[in-house]
């Protein structure tokens, strides 16, 4: 399974006094495996971005291949692409509406037309992929549980579809530390378990350090910066101009840089930080 993206460009209310480019000349490829993050402030295009790679938006021009199948030529079946390609919205709780979680998970395989025994495993492995008890909470109303919860089972009902590609659009949004945590964890259990392609946008940057193999910064509709997350957040200067940050323990590393001499790190996540901090602090003693 790949994502190829070439010259992408999508214009809002074309020829109107309202247009506006939200996409202009996008181009770049994901492969197999991988976690990709996307960051971007609030009206860069990334949610205009991921709506195009299920084919919920026909570009304006440009092309969208999903495992070498180009989806935006008019004529591919958009039921068999968005069946490969799994799109969780932000606050994806909000979507939820049978009476219990088993059959609010089981929507979609329903409604590919499976029978009752794969509806069954397929419920019963999305729930668990999700760090929840399917025999706990499968014929529980989903608006009884909490905010957390409510998340993981929506997510669940997207991963039930079994896609090859799992697409989320801020998945700790709103959460409480501990259950943004969780879904954390469970993102990349997730990833792990089906090896799938995993992309997710999200403002927090240590998160995107911490989970992400590539990163990929949008800016003004276009690709501003693409990388591992070590060649992305060493642009400390650029990410600012386009009004994003480093994550914490980048910052705080240089901070110490800047008072303690000879101490070098590079760190982007807390673990690293302290590794570095404590080797410093273990050469220096002598």
Known sequence: MS?????????????????????????????????????????????????????????????????????????????????KVGLVFQYPEYQLFEETVRKDVAFGPKNLGLDEEEQEERVRKAIGLVGLDYEEIKDLSPFELSGGMKRRVAIAGVIAMDPKILILDE?????????????????????????????????????????????????????????????????????????????PAREIAELIKSKAPGFESEALTADEAAGDIRKYMEETRG
Not at 177 to 198: C, F, N, Q, T, Y
């Open 171 to 247: 998945p700790t949004a709103g959460l409480d530390p501990s259950a943004h945590k969780e879904i954390l964890a469970m993102v990349r259990r997730i990833h792990d378990e089906m090896g799938i392609i995993l992309i997710f946008v999200s403002h927090n940057m240590a998160d995107i350090a911490k989970m992400s193999d590539r990163v990929m910064v949008m800016s003004g509709g276009k690709v501003a910066l693409e990388g591992t997350p070590a060649e992305v957040f060493s642009q400390g200067s650029r990410l600012a101009e386009m009004g994003l940050g480093v994550p």
């Open 3 to 83: 994502i190829s993206v070439k010259n992408l460009n999508y214009v809002y209310n074309p020829g109107m006094p309202g247009e506006t480019v939200a996409l202009s000349d996008v181009s770049f490829d994901v492969a197999d495996g991988t976690i990709l993050g996307i960051i971007g402030h609030t009206g860069s295009g990334k949610s205009t971005l991921l709506q195009h790679l299920n084919g919920l938006i026909k570009p304006t021009s440009g092309e969208v291949y999903i495992d070498g199948e180009c989806i935006t030529d008019g004529k591919t079946k958009m039921t068999d692409i968005r069946r």
